[in-house]
């Protein structure tokens, strides 16, 4: 039997413990085949992923979409669609969007691995407790779901995942930390959430500068480079945004100062933020608990807290470390009041990961000690083996999108109905992005219906969006003025059509076609 000695008295995060590169390189793999199982095969309404006709199309249109326009995932899903282009033409645009999801979801998976591997270095069986807790990462809902869809968030995971290397296993060397925290900038802004958590453990390094003054310094420095870094990446936004004609996707219409601010800033989302009565309060914690729990399941949620509990005696510093990455990602989940605020909540669950790997080995060296005479080591990962694979066969049936045609239904019965030169008016985001990715994505709207004229209802209330109008669709009467008025003057020479009811057109005024309404 393995010595009973216990993971405080091993060494620790030593520079030469093995590289993990070989479990890292597996688990990626891994990861990477049970996501294109479970791929969506197109655009998809599920798992909160309505956004990915959306992203499509600014990707194709060389477009701005939803803010704060997400310009490094911009230049990364075109550059993808076009060498996917090349490798699978006659594949679907959206599925090789999705695709390029499951590719940073798994090798955010193989990541952890390495973190792990680092962080167990010299503990009893470490490379199997790391290896496992970087397969448990990869089947938790929260990373699995964004995993199959054409989202932003599987490159947050990646790019999280990254941080975490860089500052527990390279000790946050500025050459590493300075462009992971610009790409980090520039591709979503509640990067700046890990902000506590890093100054933190760079400020409490053991080799960092001995003077406070000059160890600032060399922090600020830090975090301004990335922030100039990032920058810059904002200044596709304000290229694509001024091209003439406009791309048809462009948010904020942001060839302007005041277009500019209103995207990156956000300033369309601000009424979501700490709106919450007292009442209200309670269900967010609840629902903030309720992702956490079941992202493991409790015996998970169990492992991840014991191996917490054991860095509370033995490792004060990662133990900070993780109460400053885990409290304002999880403050901002629980007061940003939207149906997906859960999202959020991924570098909560990947810290969990991370906890779960020192649970197990935690829980592995304690049998060790007890006077029972068996192989403790290959019981407990056995049994995390079989709680994987549970977990993952429990989760299968409703994260799994392989036969999700919804989306693409609907689309499909929309060109079935509509006639050339129609004009669309779309009301909430899962008609509007799937209409969106017909016209703009694929094509397949504009091929049966050239000239159609699309605009958003809900988007009228911006100034921004009546401009853009103007531009995309100069001979149209009326459109960028309002939905009323552009009903009023065309609805003798086109066909109008609507994707939801709105209140401006009484009911006996609708005909039913399919999934649309058509003024009569």
Known sequence: MDSAEGPADRERGSDALPTMRWESAGATLAALLLYIVTLAPSITWAHDGADSGELLAAAVTNGVPHPPGYPLYMILLQGWLWLTGLIFPAADLAWRGNLFSALCAALSVGVTVMVLGHLLAGYKWGKVWALLGGLAWAVSPLLWTQAVITEVYALHSLLLALLGWVILCRGGRPRLLVPILALGFAHHLTFLLLLPA?????????????????????????????????????????????????????????????????????????????????????????????????????????????????????????????????????????????????????????????WMGFGLAVLADWLGRRPWHAPWRAIVATGAVIGLTALLLFHLPSVSLRGDREATDFLAAVEERIEPGSIIITTGDTTTFAVWYGAWGDGSLLAVAPDAVIVNYSLYQFDWYQRLLDNLYPNVANVGTSAQALIEANIAARSIYLTEKIPIIPDERLQSEGPLWRIK
Do not use: C
Request: hydrophobic share 50%; no cysteine.
């Open 198 to 354: 890093i100054l933190y453990y760079l400020w409490t390094e053991p080799s960092a500068l001995p003077a406070p003054r000059a160890r600032f310094m060399r922090l600020a420095g830090v975090v301004t480079a990335a922030g100039v870094l990032a920058a810059l990446f904002y200044v596709r936004t304000l290229l694509v945004a001024g091209t003439t004609p406009p791309p048809p996707v462009n948010w904020g219409y942001p060839d302007n100062l005041a277009g500019f601010w209103w995207l990156v800033s956000g300033s369309a989302y601000r009424g979501y933020f700490f709106t919450l009565e007292a009442k209200e309060m309670l269900g967010r914690v609840a629902s903030w608990a309720y992702t956490v729990t079941t992202q493991y399941t409790p015996a998970g949620l169990g492992l991840a807290l014991l191996g917490f509990a054991y860095l509370d005696g033995s490792n004060p510093r990662l133990r900070n470390f993780s109460v400053f990455w885990l409290l304002p990602v999880s403050l901002y989940s629980i007061s940003y009041y939207t149906r997906d605020s859960e999202i959020y909540l991924l570098p909560v669950v990947w810290l969990m990961a991370v």
